[in-house]
């Protein structure tokens, strides 16, 4: 089992970067797949990106790419989500997301093949 907390959320003007986080519990960190989500006030959780086991494969939503990077460090348990040119269409809860995989090439992109999430972190941003 994991356990996922988030941490880096905030307010932000339009044209603003954050960095947000998701630290792991647990020794076995790299044989999770892991990914982001994010839900505005009203609407559906919606994929970000996500991050293969070994932090090779890489994927993101067309509304994020080239705006936002997902990177992560498997010695220190830790998955990132680097956020630029932010949009007040950004504004959401942020959940990262994990699973037990064995192939450490495969990304996750739906919702349903997660098993694990953390509790979620705010991002605003202000027109």
């Known amino acids: 089992q994991v356990q996922l907390v988030e941490s880096g959320g905030g307010l932000v003007q339009a044209g603003g970067s954050l960095r947000l986080s998701c630290a792991a519990s647990?020794?076995?960190?790299?044989?999770?797949?892991m990914g982001w989500f994010r839900q505005a006030p009203g609407k559906e959780r919606e994929f970000v990106a996500a991050?293969?086991?070994?932090?090779?494969?890489?994927y993101y939503a067309d509304s994020v790419q080239g705006r936002f990077t997902i990177s992560r460090d498997n010695a220190k348990n830790i998955v990132y989500l680097q956020l630029f040119s932010l949009k007040p269409e950004d504004t959401a809860v942020y959940y990262c997301?994990?699973?037990?995989?064995?192939?450490?090439?495969?990304?996750?992109?739906?919702?349903?093949?997660?098993?694990?999430w953390g509790q979620g972190t705010q991002v605003t941003v202000s027109s």
């Open positions: 991050i293969s086991r070994s932090g090779v494969g890489t």
């Open positions: 647990g020794r076995t960190f790299s044989s999770y797949a």
């Open positions: 997301a994990a699973r037990l995989i064995g192939d450490a090439r495969v990304v996750l992109t739906r919702h349903h093949e997660y098993n694990y």
